[in-house]
């Protein structure tokens, strides 16, 4: 009729354990019951949670395993990045290009040096001329002439050497920029130029004639026709090129800004209202807030380790691989990195963010168009 706790075995009214009976806790079987069921439920659960969380823990470590052995192709990719243009590369081809430039010099020179080596040879053979012309007895000069003039053939020649400089130019000045004018045209993927879309922008925004600054604007909101593209609640505006596969890379410099948020939108993410800047709203942004902090916009927030306030931000994209990563692009420092499934076109996203009336948050958001 009894269940002893502390034992966790049945007692009856006649056991031979009266003591402990009356001194411990006995519900009755019914009360223990459910008492009991309740408890290993509850631990049940607890291990459920466990096994779920433990899992979760090894499929990431497996996956982490698996990204560390691949660094393989990761040197792969490192080589082949920088197999067309890195300057350690071009240094060699430099000097080995000094080296033939030198050596044909030279082969040249000592060309020259020889032929005129016979040629003065041959002219101070020609000294015969000097004891003529010392001869004092006339006849005895003019008897001599002709035998003179007949050995003097052949020895004169025309030098019409002139002094060649050395190609130096080529291999000084500002070594690193040459070089750097040359191995621009292989960069890939090259800073982008992209431009924004007026027609997604909101009317508090205001945007450079060439599209490619857009700043808050403190004044009435501009009378600009409404439509399903443009932002009506968030400050914002879509970059106009849509990307669907590829890689592209571009910068935007948020230089001496309080707030700013920049990364992709899926083009067909909701543009009216109130918007969620998350990656199940179509949306893969890092912001700052609060003048000096930096998170990527995930579920919840991931605070960014920015060490230095952030003038100039990268934004890499590679689509195929379903990467998008965010750096620093005043020294490549990574900031963040989404891994996604891309289900559709992505547009580059832009919020100026809005200015006060004492004058932070005025500076625009400029996109960074390199040109050479």
């Not at 096994?51 to 052995?69: C, F, M, N, S």
């Not at 879509?238 to 890689?247: I, T």
Request: with cysteine; net charge negative.
């Amino acid at each position: 009729k009894l269940f002893f706790l502390t034992a966790a075995r049945l007692l009856c009214f006649f056991c031979d354990e009266p003591g402990a009976a009356r001194s411990q806790h006995q519900p009755a079987i019914d009360d223990a019951f459910e008492e009991l069921q309740r408890e290993l439920k509850e631990q049940l659960q607890a291990l459920q949670d466990s096994e779920r969380e433990h899992t979760e823990a090894l499929q990431l470590l497996k996956r982490q395993v698996a990204e560390t052995k691949s660094s393989t192709s990761l040197r792969t990719t490192i080589d082949g990045g920088f197999e067309r243009h890195r300057l350690l590369r071009e240094r060699q081809k430099m000097l080995e290009e000094l080296e033939a430039d030198t050596a044909r010099t030279l082969t040249d020179i000592e060309q020259k040096v020889q032929r005129y080596s016979q040629q003065l040879r041959k002219v101070q053979e020609a000294q015969i001329l000097q004891e003529r012309l010392a001869e004092t007895d006339r006849h005895a000069f003019l008897a001599g002439v002709a035998s003179v003039s007949e050995r003097l053939k052949g020895k004169i020649h025309e030098t019409n050497l002139t002094y060649e400089d050395f190609p130096t130019s080529k291999y000084t000045g500002p070594l690193q920029y040459t070089i750097w004018k040359s191995l621009f045209q292989d960069i890939h993927p090259v800073p982008a130029a992209l431009t924004l879309d007026p027609g997604t922008a909101h009317q508090r925004l205001i945007l450079s004639d060439d599209c490619t600054i857009v700043a808050y604007g403190n004044l009435h909101p501009q009378p600009l026709q409404d439509s399903p593209k443009r932002f009506d609640v968030e400050v914002s505006v879509l970059g106009s090129e849509a990307f669907s596969s590829g890689v592209h890379y571009w910068e935007v410099v948020v230089a001496e800004k309080t707030q700013w948020v920049i990364g992709l939108a899926h083009e067909a993410a909701s543009r009216k209202g109130s918007i969620q800047i998350q990656p199940s709203r179509g949306f893969y942004c890092i912001v700052m807030h609060d003048g000096n902090q930096y998170s990527a916009c995930t579920e919840p927030w991931t605070r960014l380790n920015v060490r230095d306030k952030l003038d100039k931000v990268g934004v890499f994209l590679d689509y195929d691989q379903g990467l998008l990563i965010f750096y620093n692009a005043d020294d490549m420092s990574w900031l963040y990195t989404f891994r996604e499934k891309f289900p559709g076109k992505l547009c580059s996203y832009f919020s100026p963010g809005q200015s006060h009336a004492n004058g932070k948050n005025v500076q625009p958001l400029r996109i960074n168009t390199i040109r050479i």
